[in-house]
T-cell receptor, first 111, second 117 residues
Framework: QKEVEQNSGPLSVPEGAIASLNCTYS??????FFWYRQYSGKSPELIMFIYSNGDKEDGRFTAQLNKASQYVSLLIRDSQPSDSATYLCAVNIRYGNKLVFGAGTILRVKS | KAGVTQTPRYLIKTRGQQVTLSCSPI?????VSWYQQTPGQGLQFLFEYFSETQRNKGNFPGRFSGRQFSNSRSEMNVSTLELGDSALYLC????????????????FGPGTRLTVL
């Protein structure tokens, strides 16, 4: 079992719709969870981080964490074509800044 | 505030050579982490340096090494290059302080694209 798993997609949504991206992790001791966006040929760009169970909202983005189910998700409301990218889920599973990344989900927003 | 900078941006080497990549973190950040990204393996953690000490290490062979200077700038070195070392090498910086095991946020540089022929 991989430490961090994501559906590789592609996930296709129409412009204006809600995109839902999911991630599961294996280490119950994980405490820090991050979502990065990566455009083709670019480096990862931080979107959100979440440490506590529940929802965290930032503009059009909402991160959801359920530690009991070992599940993290990212919702993108009012999706735009510019949101088309690969979304990487990252989990810090031990002391220090060692992030374990999922393989990423390709999101395509169609206008 | 300036972001994370990496030099060089592109590099072409041949098998058996060695290479040194450089990373300058965001001002005030004391932790620098290095990652390798390939199409097949995705993003993989190489190592992290904090206050000139290696704090974490990933599962890479000893050919991959790094160091951090007193100004928090970091270098990574790959010796005896192999074809499989062709990748995007990413550096990420963060403040480095940890509270209760919760890590702080890492910001990535633009990366160095290494091609080994």
């Amino acid at each position: 079992q991989k430490e961090v798993e994501q559906n590789s997609g592609p996930l296709s949504v129409p412009e204006g719709a809600i995109a839902s991206l999911n991630c599961t992790y294996s280490d119950r001791g994980s405490q820090s969870f991050f979502w990065y966006r990566q455009y083709s040929g670019k480096s990862p760009e931080l979107i959100m981080f979440i440490y506590s169970n529940g929802d965290k909202e930032d503009g059009r983005f909402t991160a959801q964490l359920n530690k009991a189910s070992q599940y993290v998700s990212l919702l993108i409301r009012d999706s735009q074509p510019s949101d088309s990218a690969t979304y990487l889920c990252a989990v810090n599973i031990r002391y220090g800044n060692k992030l374990v990344f999922g393989a990423g989900t390709i999101l395509r927003v169609k206008s | 505030k300036a972001g994370v900078t990496q030099t060089p941006r592109y590099l072409i080497k041949t098998r058996g050579q060695q290479v040194t990549l450089s990373c300058s973190p965001i001002s005030g950040h004391r932790s620098v982490s290095w990652y390798q990204q390939t199409p097949g393996q995705g993003l993989q953690f190489l190592f992290e340096y904090f206050s000139e000490t290696q704090r974490n290490k990933g599962n890479f062979p000893g050919r991959f090494s790094g160091r951090q200077f007193s100004n928090s700038r970091s270098e990574m070195n790959v010796s005896t290059l192999e074809l499989g070392d062709s990748a995007l090498y990413l550096c990420a910086s963060s403040l480095g302080g940890l509270a209760g095991g919760v890590s702080d946020t890492q910001y990535f540089g633009p990366g160095t694209r290494l091609t080994v022929l």
